[in-house]
Protein backbone atom coordinates (compact mmCIF):
# COMPACT_ATOMS: atom_id res chain seq x y z
CA UNK A 1 0.00 0.00 0.00
CA UNK A 2 1.25 3.54 -0.57
CA UNK A 3 2.91 5.45 2.03
CA UNK A 4 3.44 2.46 4.50
CA UNK A 5 6.65 2.10 5.79
CA UNK A 6 8.39 -1.19 5.02
CA UNK A 7 10.37 -3.24 7.76
CA UNK A 8 13.52 -1.83 8.82
CA UNK A 9 12.44 2.41 7.86
CA UNK A 10 12.34 1.90 4.54
CA UNK A 11 9.85 3.40 2.06
CA UNK A 12 8.73 1.61 -1.54
CA UNK A 13 7.18 3.95 -3.42
CA UNK A 14 4.24 2.63 -5.48
CA UNK A 15 4.43 2.40 -9.41
CA UNK A 16 2.77 3.27 -12.72
CA UNK A 17 -0.47 5.07 -12.82
CA UNK A 18 -1.04 5.22 -8.94
CA UNK A 19 1.81 7.32 -8.34
CA UNK A 20 -0.21 10.81 -8.19
CA UNK A 21 0.73 13.12 -6.20
CA UNK A 22 -2.37 12.54 -3.46
CA UNK A 23 -0.68 8.87 -3.20
CA UNK A 24 2.55 11.18 -2.39
CA UNK A 25 1.34 12.95 0.04
CA UNK A 26 -0.53 9.97 1.92
CA UNK A 27 3.06 8.14 2.24
CA UNK A 28 4.81 11.49 3.20
CA UNK A 29 1.84 11.93 5.82
CA UNK A 30 2.09 8.41 7.26
CA UNK A 31 5.76 8.49 8.68
CA UNK A 32 5.88 8.47 12.53
CA UNK A 33 6.27 11.96 13.29
CA UNK A 34 5.26 13.92 16.65
CA UNK A 35 1.35 14.74 16.75
CA UNK A 36 1.87 18.13 16.26
CA UNK A 37 4.28 17.86 13.16
CA UNK A 38 1.43 15.59 11.39
CA UNK A 39 -1.13 18.24 11.92
CA UNK A 40 0.91 21.01 10.41
CA UNK A 41 2.18 18.68 7.86
CA UNK A 42 -1.19 17.47 7.12
CA UNK A 43 -2.93 21.05 6.65
CA UNK A 44 -0.48 22.21 4.12
CA UNK A 45 -0.16 19.23 2.23
CA UNK A 46 -3.41 18.46 1.94
CA UNK A 47 -4.66 21.95 0.48
CA UNK A 48 -1.60 21.99 -2.05
CA UNK A 49 -3.20 18.35 -3.39
CA UNK A 50 -6.07 19.84 -3.86
CA UNK A 51 -4.99 22.85 -5.41
CA UNK A 52 -2.81 21.01 -7.90
CA UNK A 53 -5.18 17.72 -8.00
CA UNK A 54 -4.59 14.77 -6.21
CA UNK A 55 -5.31 12.75 -8.87
CA UNK A 56 -2.84 14.31 -10.94
CA UNK A 57 1.07 12.00 -11.55
CA UNK A 58 3.07 13.40 -9.94
CA UNK A 59 5.98 13.33 -12.44
CA UNK A 60 3.60 16.16 -14.32
CA UNK A 61 3.70 18.75 -11.92
CA UNK A 62 6.05 21.44 -12.65
CA UNK A 63 8.07 24.20 -10.79
CA UNK A 64 5.48 26.83 -12.28
CA UNK A 65 2.10 25.10 -11.09
CA UNK A 66 3.84 24.19 -7.96
CA UNK A 67 4.96 28.26 -7.42
CA UNK A 68 1.68 29.37 -8.44
CA UNK A 69 -0.48 27.02 -6.49
CA UNK A 70 1.96 27.81 -2.99
CA UNK A 71 1.35 31.68 -3.91
CA UNK A 72 -2.51 31.22 -4.71
CA UNK A 73 -2.69 29.13 -1.24
CA UNK A 74 -0.72 31.34 0.97
CA UNK A 75 0.79 34.40 -0.43
CA UNK A 76 -0.89 36.89 1.32
CA UNK A 77 -0.20 35.40 4.46
CA UNK A 78 2.38 36.96 7.25
CA UNK A 79 6.14 35.70 6.96
CA UNK A 80 6.37 33.16 9.49
CA UNK A 81 3.07 31.56 8.30
CA UNK A 82 4.27 31.63 4.63
CA UNK A 83 8.18 30.13 5.59
CA UNK A 84 6.32 27.84 7.71
CA UNK A 85 4.16 26.38 4.18
CA UNK A 86 7.69 26.89 2.57
CA UNK A 87 9.29 24.74 5.02
CA UNK A 88 6.67 21.91 4.84
CA UNK A 89 6.78 21.46 1.29
CA UNK A 90 10.28 21.55 0.73
CA UNK A 91 10.64 18.91 3.16
CA UNK A 92 7.75 17.20 1.00
CA UNK A 93 9.95 17.26 -2.08
CA UNK A 94 13.11 16.33 -0.55
CA UNK A 95 11.31 12.95 1.20
CA UNK A 96 9.98 12.35 -2.41
CA UNK A 97 12.94 12.04 -4.31
CA UNK A 98 14.85 10.38 -1.32
CA UNK A 99 12.44 7.74 -1.46
CA UNK A 100 11.80 7.49 -5.19
CA UNK A 101 8.98 9.00 -5.78
CA UNK A 102 9.14 10.66 -9.29
CA UNK A 103 9.40 14.25 -8.16
CA UNK A 104 12.95 14.69 -10.06
CA UNK A 105 14.34 17.84 -9.87
CA UNK A 106 10.79 20.08 -8.79
CA UNK A 107 11.42 22.41 -6.54
CA UNK A 108 9.95 25.44 -5.28
CA UNK A 109 11.62 28.47 -6.14
CA UNK A 110 9.59 31.09 -4.11
CA UNK A 111 11.94 32.55 -1.44
CA UNK A 112 11.38 32.31 2.15
CA UNK A 113 9.99 36.22 3.48
CA UNK A 114 12.24 38.08 6.33
CA UNK A 115 10.05 37.87 9.76
CA UNK A 116 11.35 41.05 12.06
CA UNK A 117 11.61 40.90 15.61
CA UNK A 118 8.77 42.31 17.73
CA UNK A 119 9.46 43.06 20.97
CA UNK A 120 6.77 45.74 21.17
CA UNK A 121 5.16 43.39 23.69
CA UNK A 122 8.27 43.44 25.96
CA UNK A 123 7.12 44.16 29.63
CA UNK A 124 9.31 47.19 30.55
CA UNK A 125 11.11 46.26 33.82
CA UNK A 126 10.38 49.35 35.93
CA UNK A 127 6.57 47.99 35.43
CA UNK A 128 7.94 44.59 36.59
CA UNK A 129 9.72 45.94 39.28
CA UNK A 130 6.23 47.11 40.82
CA UNK A 131 4.80 43.86 40.35
CA UNK A 132 7.13 41.98 42.08
CA UNK A 133 7.39 44.31 45.39
CA UNK A 134 3.47 44.52 45.23
CA UNK A 135 2.60 43.35 48.95
CA UNK A 136 -0.82 41.77 47.98
CA UNK A 137 0.44 39.39 45.66
CA UNK A 138 1.56 36.17 47.44
CA UNK A 139 5.05 35.49 47.70
CA UNK A 140 5.47 32.43 46.30
CA UNK A 141 4.30 33.54 43.17
CA UNK A 142 6.46 36.75 43.07
CA UNK A 143 9.49 34.64 43.72
CA UNK A 144 8.34 32.19 40.89
CA UNK A 145 8.05 35.21 38.74
CA UNK A 146 11.47 36.76 39.56
CA UNK A 147 12.98 33.54 39.44
CA UNK A 148 11.99 32.21 35.82
CA UNK A 149 12.31 36.39 34.57
CA UNK A 150 16.21 35.90 35.84
CA UNK A 151 17.08 32.48 34.28
CA UNK A 152 14.35 31.62 31.71
CA UNK A 153 13.48 28.51 33.21
CA UNK A 154 10.57 26.49 32.26
CA UNK A 155 7.75 26.60 34.63
CA UNK A 156 8.46 22.65 35.10
CA UNK A 157 12.00 23.39 36.11
CA UNK A 158 11.49 26.12 38.38
CA UNK A 159 8.64 23.87 40.78
CA UNK A 160 10.55 21.36 40.54
CA UNK A 161 13.74 22.71 42.56
CA UNK A 162 14.22 21.14 46.15
CA UNK A 163 15.67 23.41 48.97
CA UNK A 164 18.57 21.83 48.45
CA UNK A 165 19.03 22.70 44.85
CA UNK A 166 19.49 26.31 45.93
CA UNK A 167 22.59 27.89 46.11
CA UNK A 168 21.56 31.20 47.33
CA UNK A 169 25.23 32.77 48.38
CA UNK A 170 26.01 31.99 44.49
CA UNK A 171 22.81 33.29 43.33
CA UNK A 172 22.07 29.61 41.19
CA UNK A 173 20.07 26.60 41.35
CA UNK A 174 20.44 23.45 39.83
CA UNK A 175 17.45 22.07 37.94
CA UNK A 176 16.08 19.15 36.06
CA UNK A 177 15.37 19.11 32.89
CA UNK A 178 12.59 17.20 30.79
CA UNK A 179 15.39 13.64 30.40
CA UNK A 180 16.27 14.09 33.57
CA UNK A 181 19.67 15.91 32.76
CA UNK A 182 21.11 18.37 35.79
CA UNK A 183 21.64 22.17 34.81
CA UNK A 184 22.72 25.30 36.65
CA UNK A 185 19.48 28.52 36.63
CA UNK A 186 21.19 31.59 37.47
CA UNK A 187 19.05 34.40 38.63
CA UNK A 188 19.95 38.02 40.17
CA UNK A 189 20.14 39.04 43.91
CA UNK A 190 16.34 40.38 44.05
CA UNK A 191 15.41 36.93 43.22
CA UNK A 192 17.51 35.55 45.98
CA UNK A 193 15.93 37.32 48.49
CA UNK A 194 12.59 36.58 47.54
CA UNK A 195 13.80 33.07 47.37
CA UNK A 196 15.45 33.39 50.81
CA UNK A 197 12.14 34.66 52.38
CA UNK A 198 10.20 31.93 50.70
CA UNK A 199 12.47 29.27 51.85
CA UNK A 200 13.23 31.16 55.48
CA UNK A 201 12.86 27.77 58.50
CA UNK A 202 12.84 25.31 55.93
CA UNK A 203 15.85 22.68 55.73
CA UNK A 204 14.82 20.46 53.11
CA UNK A 205 11.74 19.80 50.48
CA UNK A 206 10.08 21.86 47.64
CA UNK A 207 11.27 25.42 46.71
CA UNK A 208 7.71 25.87 46.09
CA UNK A 209 4.65 24.38 48.05
CA UNK A 210 0.45 24.63 47.09
CA UNK A 211 -1.19 26.93 49.74
CA UNK A 212 -3.02 23.76 51.44
CA UNK A 213 -2.15 20.47 52.42
CA UNK A 214 -2.60 17.92 50.04
CA UNK A 215 -5.85 16.03 50.15
CA UNK A 216 -5.72 12.75 51.91
CA UNK A 217 -7.10 10.56 49.31
CA UNK A 218 -3.92 11.74 47.11
CA UNK A 219 -1.18 9.83 46.72
CA UNK A 220 2.31 11.95 47.05
CA UNK A 221 5.57 11.35 46.18
CA UNK A 222 7.85 11.64 49.36
CA UNK A 223 9.88 13.94 47.60
CA UNK A 224 6.94 16.07 46.54
CA UNK A 225 5.58 16.79 50.60
CA UNK A 226 7.10 19.57 52.90
CA UNK A 227 8.03 17.08 55.52
CA UNK A 228 6.64 19.98 58.08
CA UNK A 229 3.84 21.30 56.98
CA UNK A 230 2.56 18.60 54.60
CA UNK A 231 1.94 20.87 51.74
CA UNK A 232 2.76 19.42 48.21
CA UNK A 233 4.79 20.56 45.28
CA UNK A 234 2.47 22.23 42.95
CA UNK A 235 2.73 21.95 38.91
CA UNK A 236 1.56 24.12 36.01
CA UNK A 237 -1.48 22.52 35.89
CA UNK A 238 -2.47 22.62 39.96
CA UNK A 239 -5.10 25.15 40.74
CA UNK A 240 -4.53 26.01 44.35
CA UNK A 241 -6.15 29.02 45.91
CA UNK A 242 -3.29 31.86 45.45
CA UNK A 243 -3.48 31.03 41.79
CA UNK A 244 0.08 29.60 40.32
CA UNK A 245 0.67 30.02 36.37
CA UNK A 246 -1.95 27.71 34.87
CA UNK A 247 0.69 27.36 31.82
CA UNK A 248 4.30 26.36 31.33
CA UNK A 249 6.07 29.15 29.12
CA UNK A 250 7.89 29.39 25.96
CA UNK A 251 11.40 30.85 26.05
CA UNK A 252 11.55 34.21 24.99
CA UNK A 253 7.97 34.77 25.45
CA UNK A 254 6.92 37.93 26.83
CA UNK A 255 3.72 39.79 26.99
CA UNK A 256 1.69 42.69 28.91
CA UNK A 257 0.22 41.80 32.14
CA UNK A 258 -3.79 40.75 32.28
CA UNK A 259 -5.74 43.48 33.64
CA UNK A 260 -5.41 42.11 37.25
CA UNK A 261 -1.89 42.36 36.87
CA UNK A 262 -0.98 38.90 37.94
CA UNK A 263 1.12 37.55 35.61
CA UNK A 264 0.98 34.04 34.02
CA UNK A 265 4.57 32.05 34.21
CA UNK A 266 5.09 33.14 30.01
CA UNK A 267 4.38 36.61 30.76
CA UNK A 268 7.62 36.26 33.40
CA UNK A 269 10.15 34.18 31.45
CA UNK A 270 12.52 36.47 29.68
CA UNK A 271 15.64 35.42 27.97
CA UNK A 272 17.95 37.35 29.96
CA UNK A 273 20.22 38.03 26.88
CA UNK A 274 17.90 41.06 26.11
CA UNK A 275 18.91 43.23 29.05
CA UNK A 276 22.09 44.12 30.58
CA UNK A 277 23.81 41.68 33.51
CA UNK A 278 23.60 42.78 37.20
CA UNK A 279 26.64 44.28 38.14
CA UNK A 280 28.59 41.45 38.97
CA UNK A 281 26.21 38.81 37.66
CA UNK A 282 28.00 36.39 35.12
CA UNK A 283 26.83 35.97 31.95
CA UNK A 284 26.94 32.34 30.51
CA UNK A 285 27.83 31.63 26.79
CA UNK A 286 24.03 30.95 25.80
CA UNK A 287 23.05 34.20 26.80
CA UNK A 288 21.75 33.66 30.90
CA UNK A 289 23.36 35.06 33.45
Avoid at 14 to 19: C, L, M, S, Y
Avoid at 228 to 248: E, I, K, N, Q, V
Amino acid sequence: MAGTPARGGTVTAVTGAERTLGAAVDAFLAQPRPATTVRTYTRTLERLAGELGRDRPLADVTDEDLDGAVSRLWGGLAPRTWNRHLATVGSFLAWCRRHGWPAGHLQLRADRRAAPDDDTRAIPLPELERLWARTDIPLRERALWRLLYDSAARAEEALGLDIGDLDLANRQARARTKGGHVRPLHFQTAAARLLARLTAGRQSGPVFLTARRAAAHRVMAAADLDPASGRARPSHTTAPAAPLPAHPPRRGERQRPPADGHQRAQTARHPAAVRPAEPGCRRRPDGRQ
